[in-house]
């Protein structure tokens, strides 16, 4: 079993920059790959970034891409979100996850974590 803890969101105005971190414990040693989803307001949850724990290798969304970039630090078994150029249409809880062998291309969630607000104000 792993656990996943998200931190680092809030409210911040159009335009301005996050980071969120996740760190993962428990049984760490079976990370394949990591990402990152987002569930606004009445909307079906949606993948933003992956990155795969071995090597690096990242993949986004189109609607992120260029503004999103997401980034790991092993050996603390955290991974990073950092959010720039901020849009209200970003708006949305943040989750973490932790994929199954699928890897970042077709990430499947095998753990999530509890998620954090992201609110963007125009």
């Known amino acids: 079993q792993v656990q996943l803890v998200e931190s680092g969101g809030g409210l911040v105005q159009a335009g301005d920059s996050l980071r969120l971190s996740c760190a993962a414990s428990g049984r760490t040693f079976s990370i394949n790959a990591m990402g990152w989803f987002r569930q606004a307001p009445g909307k079906e949850r949606e993948f933003v970034a992956a990155?795969?724990?071995?090597?690096?290798?990242?993949y986004y969304a189109d609607s992120v891409k260029g503004r999103f970039t997401i980034s790991k630090d092993n050996a603390k078994n955290t991974v990073y979100l950092q959010m720039n150029s901020l849009k209200p249409e970003d708006t949305a809880v943040y989750y973490c996850a932790i994929g199954d062998s699928r890897g970042i291309y077709s990430f499947t969630p095998k753990y999530w974590g509890q998620g954090t607000q992201v609110t963007v104000s125009s």
């Open positions: 990155i795969r724990w071995g090597g690096g290798s990242t």
